[in-house]
């Protein structure tokens, strides 16, 4: 069955970084759109950044451009989200998710086929 499992989560003090990885298994990972979203408490869960099934493309939300980097390893099966420059404002859990097709660049909740367990970002001033 479908799993996407990340890791790399936890605390880290404002300006620092952090690498999240989501490994995904039972499926064909290399053919479809991927991405990145984040969910405060009380708020919905918003695309932080979404990447093509070959890496060579991807678009993130203003608030993290400069600073969060989407990437994938198709081989490895992994999905990458670089964050640089972290702010208190950037704590959320982050989800791993797995983009219906034909759907890529749609940051729509609705537009996802798998999401990930999430992982717990806190950026702490």
């Known amino acids: 069955q479908v799993a996407l499992v990340e890791s790399g989560g936890g605390s880290v003090q404002t300006g620092g970084s952090l690498r999240l990885s989501c490994t995904a298994s039972g499926y064909d990972f290399s053919d479809v759109c991927m991405a990145w979203f984040r969910q405060v408490p009380g708020k919905e869960r918003e695309a932080v950044a979404i990447i093509n099934p070959n890496g060579d493309n991807a678009h993130s939300v203003d608030s993290v451009k400069g600073r969060f980097a989407i990437s994938r390893d198709n081989a490895k099966k992994i999905l990458y989200l670089q964050m640089n420059s972290l702010k208190p404002e950037d704590t959320a859990t982050f989800y791993c998710?797995?983009?219906?097709?034909?759907?890529?660049?749609?940051?729509?909740?609705?537009?996802?086929?798998?999401w990930g367990q999430g992982t717990r970002v806190t950026v702490f001033s």
């Open positions: 998710a797995s983009k219906k097709s034909g759907y890529c660049w749609s940051r729509a909740v609705a537009t996802v086929a798998y």
